[in-house]
């Protein structure tokens, strides 16, 4: 039961946009519509910022997007603002009814 | 608005029994359209999930490879809360624990706790 796989960083100018990748298998985001991601501040519980791969809570921006192609999804932040400054993770349903998380990412706002 | 409260010691012995509860507001915990799960995060593994516990017209529990052996999720239906032992911590249990909610018309977390410190340490 490995993490899902997240680049440890990525960074971007306010305004430009980044992507995040998050790579598992067919037994997990391969399989399954059920990709979230999740925003967390150091201090903070992570808030959920996609659902069901490309779905937004109520009061997420829309400069947050998901997407999915096989076995990786993506999480696409636009107009990057100083305060999406944090650390991303992925999660994703699982064969047996558990849940994997990915790695993590720390976005920078350079 | 739904509120999930975590109590519990932020210091544990290595060897014994960490201990913590999630006290559930505005949500019941034998719904039967939601999940309830602990989480924990620490610095060197990121987010783990641990297990989950559900009332299907009976409970069930899921618990995470890396510690079924030593976990027990309970639900508390006269307090509505749901409690987390976990068994025989090392340092490597050092982590923020969290309790979470998920509906079970999707498979996300959408709300969480404040998060509790446990350190495993003598």
């Known amino acids: 039961q490995s993490a899902l796989t997240q680049p440890p960083s990525a960074s971007g100018s306010p305004g430009q946009s980044v992507t995040i990748s998050c790579t598992g298998s067919?037994?997990?985001?391969?399989?399954?519509?059920?990709v979230s991601w999740y925003q967390h501040h150091p201090g903070k519980a992570p808030k959920l910022m996609i659902y069901?791969?490309?779905r937004r809570p109520s009061g997420v921006p829309d400069r947050f997007s998901g997407s999915k192609s096989g076995n990786t999804a993506s999480l696409t932040v636009s107009g990057l603002q100083a305060e999406d400054e944090a650390d991303y993770y992925c999660?994703?349903?699982?064969?047996?009814?558990?849940?994997?998380f990915g790695t993590g990412t720390r976005v920078t706002v350079l | 608005q739904i509120q999930l409260r975590q109590s519990g010691p932020g210091l544990v012995r290595p060897s014994q029994t960490l201990s913590l509860t999630c006290a559930i507001s505005?949500?019941?915990?034998?719904?039967?359209?939601?999940?309830w799960n602990w989480i924990r995060q620490s610095p060197s593994r990121g987010l783990e999930w641990l297990g989950r516990?559900?009332?299907?017209?009976?409970?069930?529990?899921d618990y995470a490879i890396s510690v079924q052996s030593r976990i027990t999720i309970n639900p508390d239906t006269s307090k509505n809360q749901l409690s987390l032992q976990l068994n025989s911590v090392t340092s490597e249990d050092t982590a923020v624990y969290y309790c979470?909610?998920?509906?079970?018309?999707?498979?996300?977390?959408?709300?969480w706790g404040q998060g509790t410190l446990v350190t495993v340490s003598s």
């Open positions: 979470a909610r998920a509906p079970s018309s999707g498979r996300f977390f959408d709300y």
């Open positions: 505005a949500d019941t915990v034998s719904s039967d359209s939601v999940t």
């Open positions: 067919r037994s997990d985001v391969g399989g399954y519509d059920h």
């Open positions: 069901e791969v490309t």
């Open positions: 516990t559900y009332y299907r017209g009976q409970w069930y529990n």
């Open positions: 999660n994703s349903y699982a064969d047996g009814g558990r849940y994997i």
